[in-house]
């Protein structure tokens, strides 16, 4: 079993950007395929990036393109989300979850909820206008 605990989560203005952070312990962070998902109040919670365990493939939802970057550092046990010019939709409370999914070293497919098997408690991102 692995746990992770997210941070870098904040109040911040239309445009800016904030990083969170992924730690990873228990288990080696390199067993897993990472993904973010993000949850907005009375909405589901939405898949936002992965990446593969070596990190040389990643894939995100349309919405963030562009704008989001997923990356990880294996021997730091941390996956991390770069969120630049950010918007007020971006509003939710993002999580990191780990999964056994399989990734090829340059495709990883989007992922849903019950693909992944362990979750952060999520940290919370609040865009304003």
């Known amino acids: 079993q692995v746990q992770l605990a997210e941070s870098g989560g904040g109040l911040v203005q239309a445009g800016d950007s904030l990083r969170l952070s992924c730690a990873a312990s228990g288990r080696p962070l390199s067993r897993y395929i990472m993904a973010w998902f993000r949850q907005a109040p009375g909405k589901e919670r939405e898949f936002v990036a992965v990446?593969?365990?070596?990190?040389?493939?990643?894939t995100y939802t349309v919405s963030v393109k562009g704008r989001f970057t997923i990356s990880r550092d294996n021997a730091q046990n941390t996956v991390y989300l770069q969120m630049n010019t950010l918007k007020p939709e971006d509003t939710a409370v993002y999580y990191c979850a780990a999964g056994f999914g399989e990734c090829s070293d340059d495709a990883c497919n989007e992922r849903t909820t019950n693909d992944m098997a362990y979750w952060g408690q999520g940290t919370q991102v609040t865009v304003s206008l």
């Open positions: 990446i593969s365990r070596g990190g040389r493939s990643t």
